[in-house]
């Protein structure tokens, strides 16, 4: 049900990727979920 709600909502405000600079390592999805984990478990 979470990435239900995530798709519809967040998913336009992550910016894309650039092609210049480092490559991201980490999903920017993983980083909200950790984010929304904490946030709901304290």
């Known amino acids: 049900m979470f990435l ?3 798709e519809a909502i ?3 405000l992550i ?3 650039k092609s ?3 490559p991201r390592t ?3 999805r993983e ?3 950790a ?3 904490l ?3 304290g």
């Open 26 to 28: 980490v999903s920017i």
């Open 15 to 17: 910016p894309p990727q």
């Open 39 to 41: 946030l709901a478990t």
């Open 4 to 6: 239900i709600h995530f």
């Open 20 to 22: 210049s600079g480092r």
């Open 10 to 12: 967040l998913e336009p």
């Open 31 to 33: 980083i909200i979920s």
């Open 35 to 37: 984010i929304f984990d």
